[in-house]
Each structure stands twice: as structure tokens, then as C-alpha cells.
């Protein structure tokens, strides 16, 4: 199904049979992209699990993908490391603890730091659900399998702008 199709299913469930000028192009585009924000922020499923390639950090930071919505595993050398508050790694790191392998890691911002600190050359793996190409951009596993969820969420985004808040 392309994107205008989906465009046109919205506009179908929003405006009835009697298809108007109740929202523009723009518009649907806008309440549909919300929609989709509004369904990841929830969903997890495996349509959107991802294993990345070996990562590099610098400087004890490794960037996380863009696409991360919440991490799920990482490891280092095949060991799993223990994903906790960037607190607890800090005061560690305060403190100057020693390990001799790597133990937690913790978000910053949207980094991932280590502790003990890890080499540049550490290959890290992570495990994760995330967020999947924008529908505008083309059709994903995740609407396919689930297509009533994508619609109803663009019908509950449409609600307040047609008086509909409850």
C-alpha cells in the first residue's frame, strides 16, 4: 500500500463518506506523522527489534543510533553489560573503583558511557527496538502487521481538531 493510499484511508475514517476539504494534504500528512509518533513511543514489537553492527566509542562515549527507542541489550567481547543510571556509573568513575572488565553502562544524552572505561578499539554490540522508516517515506514491517493500530492513532490525533477531545 503507498503512502497516498494510507493518506486516503485516513481521510476516509476522518471525513465519512462525504469526502471534504476537512483537513489538507499537509494536515494529514502532519496527524498521521504524530500518529506514528504516538504508536513508538508505546509499541514494542519485534518488527522493530535491531541488532547493530560491531560500534566503535571514543573517549569511553559510544553515539547511539537515532533510531534507539529503548535499549534493550548490549555487549562487549560477549559479555553483557549491566544497562543502569548514569549515576551509578559517575560515581564509580568518582570514586575511581577498579574492574578488570567492563560492567554497567548508562545514557548520556546520547551517548552510552562505561565503566571501567573502554578502549576506542572496543567492539560494542547493541540490542534494541527501534523506530522504524516514517511511513511519507515508505510502507514498514511494523504497519503491515499492524495497520488498524497506524489508522485508529491518526483518527485519536484528528479527534481535538474535530471536537471530539473526550
Partial sequence: MSYAQIRERVRLLVEGDEIGNTFSTDTLDL????????????LRSDTMYVSSAALNP????????????E????????????ITDLWRVDQ?????????????CARQGDTLKFWPAISNTTDVYLYYFGKPVALALGENSTYTRYPELFLFASVAEASPFLGEDS
Fill in 58 to 69: 571514543t573517549s569511553n562515549l559510544l553515539d547511539i543510533p537515532t533510531d534507539l527507542l
Fill in 71 to 82: 535499549l534493550e541489550k548490549v555487549d562487549i567481547d560477549g559479555k553483557q553489560v549491566e
Fill in 31 to 42: 496527524l498521521i506523522n504524530m500518529a506514528e509518533n504516538r504508536v513508538y513511543r508505546k
Fill in 92 to 104: 564509580h568513575i568518582s570514586n575511581s573503583d577498579t574492574a578488570s572488565d567492563t560492567i554497567y
